[in-house]
């Protein structure tokens, strides 16, 4: 599966929130993860329609998509240099398809800040810089190699070309993700600035919701995406119920916990979508890549659906529930069969037809 790796300073909160996530883990029972390890959380990705949908087929269990997140140990100055942990902290980042950055913004004198002060936008330089110098020494063993290649017609121009120009945007100070550079040519070199990132600020409750903070921290790190929560109050609603805490949310102001969005928006930033289908015995949420069509989509469930496809009947989920049943929504004409070309979209609700 596809993982999300946390990285950030030293005391800013990532062990509190990593361990707020994995405490989440009740409906993570439905699965056979026994050999993951401590340093891995698998997620349940919350989504509100596999409950409306388990109604509509009185199905017994819910069985929702997952995210998963690698907490990474600490980041250093000079990581880069191979100081400390550095060496295994960057191949740490490598293995990770997307990176999640904490930043400190919360104030507490009793703990204490690696630079001595509160500052968001120097730590998120302090990190960058760190990820972008390990990029530029990839990239100076590589280009040489790749000129090489490139005069011996081993290699095309084109990827001797991608190498420089993200080169050039390495060494202005920016990161490739936030550039927009692309890396495709250069895939495979890993380049750590290269992978998809979002930042979640570890933010006081007041600034839960101080919206002219979160705009200017937001416009800091686009075009990623920004989560604003705090650390510790995650910690707590992880242990409460549904309606405890609920309360505490509205206490502070907030809809809905801060994990969740990081749930949702990492899963995003991974590329990543679900389709969903339902009977009664479970109502579940599949896991398949933005622009997947409708074998690869069964695929997920099992190669023999992929290899014996014949075609998918497709309900969208408002449709279905706005119906109340599958018959239904026949009846309305909105069910749809759809064949092998078919791209899907976020939240069809499919049964697959197939030769086994
Ligand atoms: P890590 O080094 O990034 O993993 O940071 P930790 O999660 O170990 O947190 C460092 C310290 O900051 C601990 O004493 C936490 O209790 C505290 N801490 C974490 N999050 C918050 C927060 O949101 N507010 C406050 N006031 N303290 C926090």
Not at 238 to 250: M, R
Not at 259 to 265: E, G, I, R, T
């Amino acid at each position: 599966a596809l993982t999300i790796g946390i990285v950030g300073l030293p005391n800013v909160g990532k062990s509190t929130m990593f361990n707020a996530l994995t405490k989440n883990n009740v409906l993570a029972a439905n699965y056979p993860f026994a050999t993951i390890e401590p340093n891995v959380g698998v997620v349940p990705l919350p989504d509100p329609r596999l409950t409306q949908l388990a109604e509509v087929f009185s199905s017994e269990r819910i069985v929702p998509a997952t995210v998963s997140f690698v907490d990474i140990a600490g980041i250093v100055k000079g990581a880069s240099e191979g100081e400390g942990l550095g060496n295994k902290f960057l191949a740490n980042i490598r293995e990770a398809d997307a990176i999640c950055q904490v930043v400190r913004a919360f104030v507490d004198d009793d703990v204490h800040h690696v630079d001595g002060k509160i500052e968001p936008a120097s730590d998120l330089e302090t990190i960058n810089t760190e990820l972008i110098l390990a990029d530029l020494q990839t990239l100076e063993k590589a280009v040489p190699r790749l000129d090489k290649e490139v005069k011996g017609k081993k290699t095309d121009k084109s990827v001797l070309d991608a190498a420089l120009a993200a080169q050039a945007v390495l060494e202005d100070g920016r990161t490739l993700f936030a550039a927009g550079v692309d890396t495709a040519p250069i895939r495979e070199l890993g380049l750590l600035t290269a992978k998809p990132f979002l930042y979640v600020f570890n933010v006081d409750e007041d600034q839960l919701t101080d919206e002219a903070f979160q705009a200017e921290m937001s416009k800091l790190v686009a075009p990623a995406e920004a989560i604003f929560l705090n650390a510790k109050l995650e910690s707590d609603l992880a242990e409460l119920s549904d309606e405890e805490a609920a309360e505490l949310l509205e206490s502070v102001g907030v809809e809905e916990p801060g994990l969740h969005q990081l749930a949702h928006k990492g899963f995003r930033t991974l590329g990543l979508q679900t389709y969903l289908t339902a009977g009664p015995k479970e109502s579940r949420a599949w896991t398949i890549p933005v622009g997947a069509t409708a074998p690869e989509a069964a695929g997920v469930i099992h190669t023999d659906f992929q290899k014996g496809f014949i075609k998918a009947e497709v309900i969208s989920f408002d449709d279905l529930v706005d119906a109340g049943s599958v018959a239904e929504a026949r009846s309305r004409g909105k069910a749809r069969m759809e064949g092998k070309d078919y791209v899907m979209h976020d939240g069809d609700v499919v049964e697959f037809r197939f030769n086994v």
